[in-house]
């Protein structure tokens, strides 16, 4: 018999049954029967890895279910969607009241909470989870993120806590993040927090390209600078080895086509970032450049067409001065990113700790960095990154230098839509008065929407006949 089990040997699903074997866990894994597409594979996955001699594999779900010690706990690790309905559907007729599935894909929060209440009506519990770190990171330790019933947690608190990355004190990237699809949730916006720090080293890539002409092994220099101090980032990292690795005489960078592709979790950050009005302006932007650059065609015929007075002007830029900028805009992405799961907490009464998600996303995740380290003790004080006493403090002395390097972006007609995005909302963030005067004025003018007035902001609202209709 096994302690628990594994459905779906994909890249994920490998790592972490290897990581589960590894960490002595009595296991059976599951990969579907597909003629003549996928046969056998859990019999031959396990017969290359020592960690997992004890395992017993499985291509027979109701085998599987049966080679099960109760509760059964089954982390479910196939593609989110309609695979993930379906495996869940099939697997409610095999399993008994307290048993646990923890689905670990890339599942959309709301799919989470209707299949929470659906399993829950037979008495299985269901944990949503976040799990990041790509194949590595599966492997020797990720970032999981669980949601669900607290009670239900327990009951697999102890597999994943071990599998999981350690922080710097010791203590497992994991925790319960909240209740029903709160844990992919918390992915979700860890996904867009990534999309616009990918897109923000990006746009680091194009700026030294550009103005400091510099060749990719130079860049990678650069931030192999950045990368032993404060700036350090997982991210950074791979960008680093990415801008270094060569094919033949020339850098494979530059033959790989530029066309961003996605799985969707932008996509989703970005939504709800409409559905709970908060300005996720740099995912937005980070998810809007990767729709832009994915319509090659279209901007190869439109280039031609907008060079005029383009005269685009180089300027070398201060490479201290443009760490500065990045980190500014950095701080910006983690506040929004931040900003967004606080206001879901709040609305969907989760309680999420927003320390303990920073926590676990000090290791093992894609989103690591120096400056998840410390915003550990920073959101302890506030919720809200950017009105940190000492964060505001550093970043008003210093926004002039984001703002030129916006600007040294428009001399070159370079497309930096992250940085853009997030100097402009740093100044509207921090505008006590701004032009949405204008916008209640129109909408009272054209649909009597009323507008309140800032001779008492708290009072009642206001309509006014902005033109004799005999006028007209
Ligand atoms: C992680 C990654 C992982 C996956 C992304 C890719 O946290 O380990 O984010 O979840 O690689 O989903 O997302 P896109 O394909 O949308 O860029």
Request: hydrophobic residues 40%.
């Amino acid at each position: 018999m096994a302690e628990f089990g594994l459905i779906g040997l994909g890249v994920m699903g490998k790592s972490l049954a290897r990581n589960l074997g590894r960490n002595g866990f009595r296991l059976a894994v599951y990969n579907r029967h597909l003629a003549g597409v996928e046969e056998n594979v859990a019999r031959h996955f396990i017969q290359f890895f020592p960690e997992l001699e004890s395992t017993l594999p499985f291509d027979d779900l109701e085998k599987f279910v049966a080679a099960l010690e109760r509760p059964r706990k089954i982390f479910l690790m196939i593609k989110a969607g309609a695979a993930t309905d379906e495996m869940i559907n099939t697997l409610q007729a095999l399993l008994s009241p307290d048993d646990v599935i923890i689905d670990g894909g890339n599942s959309l929060y709301k799919d989470t909470e209707r299949r929470t209440v659906a399993l829950a009506k037979s008495g299985i519990h269901f944990i949503g989870t976040g799990v990041s770190g790509g194949e590595e990171g599966a492997l020797k330790g990720p970032s999981i993120m669980p949601g669900g019933d607290a009670q239900a947690y327990q009951i697999v608190q102890a597999y994943l806590e071990a599998i999981a990355a350690k922080d710097a004190n010791g203590k497992p990237c994991c925790t319960h993040v909240g209740a029903g699809g709160a844990g992919h949730f918390v992915k979700m916006i860890h996904n867009g927090i990534e999309y616009a720090e990918m897109q923000l080293l990006a746009e680091l890539t194009e700026l030294l390209q550009f103005h400091n002409q510099l060749a990719p092994d130079a860049i990678a220099d650069v931030f192999a600078e950045w990368g032993r101090g404060e700036s350090n980032s997982y991210l950074l990292e791979i960008t680093t080895d990415i801008l270094r690795k060569r094919e033949g005489d020339d850098f494979l960078v530059n033959k790989i086509l530029d066309q961003a592709g996605n799985k969707g979790t932008g996509g989703w950050s970005t939504s709800t970032a409409s559905e709970l009005g908060v300005p996720a302006t740099m995912i937005a932007a980070a998810l809007f450049a990767r729709y832009t650059s994915a319509h090659r065609g279209e901007r190869l015929q439109a280039t031609p067409m907008y060079q005029n007075g383009r005269n685009a002007q180089g300027e070398i830029i201060d490479l201290n001065e443009l760490k500065t900028a990045y980190h500014i805009a950095r701080v910006v992405n983690h506040h929004q990113g931040f900003q967004m799961i606080h206001e879901a907490s709040e609305h969907w009464n989760w309680e999420i700790k927003l320390p303990e998600v920073a926590r676990i996303w000090t290791n093992g995740c894609i989103i690591r960095s120096n400056l998840m380290e410390n915003l550990v003790s920073i959101l302890q004080k506030t919720n809200r990154i950017l009105q940190d006493k000492e964060i505001s403090k550093i970043i008003d002395n210093q926004q002039f230098i984001l703002n030129k390097i916006c600007q040294a972006g428009l001399k070159g007609n370079l497309a930096l839509p992250c940085f853009q995005a997030a100097y402009q909302f740093l100044m509207a963030y921090s505008t006590a008065r701004s032009s949405a005067n204008i916008i209640q004025a129109q909408r009272d003018y054209f649909g009597a929407h009323t507008y309140r007035r800032i001779d008492d902001p708290e009072g009642k609202s206001h309509h006014t006949k902005w033109k004799d209709v005999s006028d007209s």
